[in-house]
């Protein structure tokens, strides 16, 4: 099994970038897809952007295309989420989910373990 732990939010500006991590414990890290999910106040968790094996298997939410990017280190058995040009809309608790599977999804069943969030506010 592999642990996840969301880290590098924070409190910005809009049109700031942050860069989140989702460092991993446990497991076989390189054969496991990783997505990124975001959860606003009142609503509920949705899809930002997931990678599978290969960061050639990347996907992103439209609202974050050009955006944000998403990369793998499995030497440091890390994923990053790379977010530029941040709006207020961006603002929500962000988190990482792991599934053993080569391909990753955007919908939150598709994942297995789930690691605690990270707190991202964009003031305007």
């Known amino acids: 099994d592999v642990q996840l732990q969301a880290s590098g939010g924070g409190l910005v500006q809009e049109g700031w970038s942050l860069r989140l991590s989702c460092p991993a414990s446990?497991?076989?890290?390189?054969?496991?897809?990783i997505g990124w999910f975001r959860q606003a106040p009142v609503k509920e968790r949705e899809g930002v952007s997931c990678?599978?094996?290969?960061?050639?298997?990347?996907q992103y939410v439209d609202y974050v295309k050009g955006r944000f990017t998403v990369s793998r280190d499995n030497a440091k058995k890390t994923v990053y989420l790379q977010m530029n040009n941040l709006k207020p809309a961006d603002t929500g608790v962000y988190f990482c989910?792991?599934?053993?599977?080569?391909?990753?999804?955007?919908?939150?069943?598709?994942?297995?373990?789930w690691g605690q969030g990270t707190l991202v506010t964009v003031s305007s």
């Open positions: 446990g497991g076989t890290f390189d054969e496991y897809s």
């Open positions: 990678i599978g094996v290969t960061e050639g298997g990347s």
């Open positions: 989910a792991s599934v053993l599977f080569p391909q990753c999804d955007m919908g939150r069943s598709w994942y297995d373990y």
